[in-house]
């Protein structure tokens, strides 16, 4: 089936399907009705799912292994299902690269690694960052704005995060669970996070992979965190500051040790 319109030429597969292609043509769209909103869509099926959005309804319940968890369509559904599964039907087709994913988006995501291509940039005028997905965008430009709309729903904690994977990592210090174990032999050592871990394992395969770019250094670190600490020795800057008396230091570590002799914290 082909839309002739205005010489498109686009394909479809049935004649629904090019039937709603063609109101993109025409203007014919479902609306929503919710006050304040002014979204519309080609298919009364697509309208269904959005309103969803409003109602909260989530009609679509997993079943597996008693998960219970709910949905607002089946395609989400669907998705999550292969969490249980395992399943990942969308492959990288890139040369030595095995990886599979879930979901098409991720594999998308996945294929800016190889290519570079870092299509959200930041729209705040003075920085030049630019991010892979939209997620990694909307983490980055809560650096600018101060938002962090996650918080810990302990009583009495009060922390709040930018992102909802740094709350699930936080929570762990209140629930002690540490699901990251080493399987290294004689080791056994646990982790809340998997970037802990992953940091941690570098321990026993010996591998550096941050590198400092600095010419004639070439020092090596198992972690991004360090290398950072490592370069203010180049820099000599002190991007450290004490919030009670202004005073700025290299490291963490140090403004700790000047906050606890200093002012008692």
């Known amino acids: 089936y082909h839309c002739n319109i205005d010489g498109c030429g686009k394909q479809f597969s049935t004649a629904y399907r090019l039937k ?13 009705e919710e006050n304040g909103c002014d979204k519309s869509f080609i298919t009364q099926s697509d309208l269904t799912k959005h309103v969803r959005t409003h109602s909260g309804e ?26 249980h599964t395992g399943e990942k039907p969308f492959k990288c087709s890139f040369e030595q690269c095995d990886k599979a994913f879930a979901t098409g988006y991720g594999l998308k995501s996945h294929m800016r690694t190889h290519t570079g291509e870092k299509p959200y940039k930041c729209p705040k005028e003075t920085c030049a960052k630019a991010f892979k997905t939209s997620g990694d965008l909307q983490k980055h430009i809560r650096t600018h704005t101060g938002e962090r709309p996650f918080k810990c729903p302990y009583e009495g904690c009060g922390r709040s995060f930018t992102t909802s994977n740094i709350r699930k990592v936080h929570m762990r210090t209140h629930t002690g ?48 965190s360090s290398l950072y600490k490592h ?34 914290e």
């Open 177 to 224: 669970e540490r699901p990251y174990i080493c399987e290294h032999p004689g080791c056994g050592r646990a982790f809340a996070s998997a970037t802990n871990y992953k940091n941690h394992s570098r321990i026993h395969t010996g591998e550096r992979p941050y590198v400092c770019q600095v010419i004639g250094c070439n020092k090596r670190f198992t972690e991004y």
């Open 231 to 264: 370069h203010v020795v180049h820099t000599h800057t002190k991007p450290y500051t004490c919030n009670a008396c202004n005073k700025t230091y290299r490291q963490t570590s140090t403004l700790a040790n000047h906050k606890r002799t200093a002012h008692g």
């Open 58 to 83: 989530k009609p679509f319940r997993c079943e597996v292994d008693g998960c219970g968890r709910v949905y607002t369509t089946a395609h989400h559904l669907k998705v999550h299902e292969r969490a």
């Open 20 to 32: 709603a292609h063609g109101r993109s043509h025409t203007g014919d769209t479902f609306r929503c």
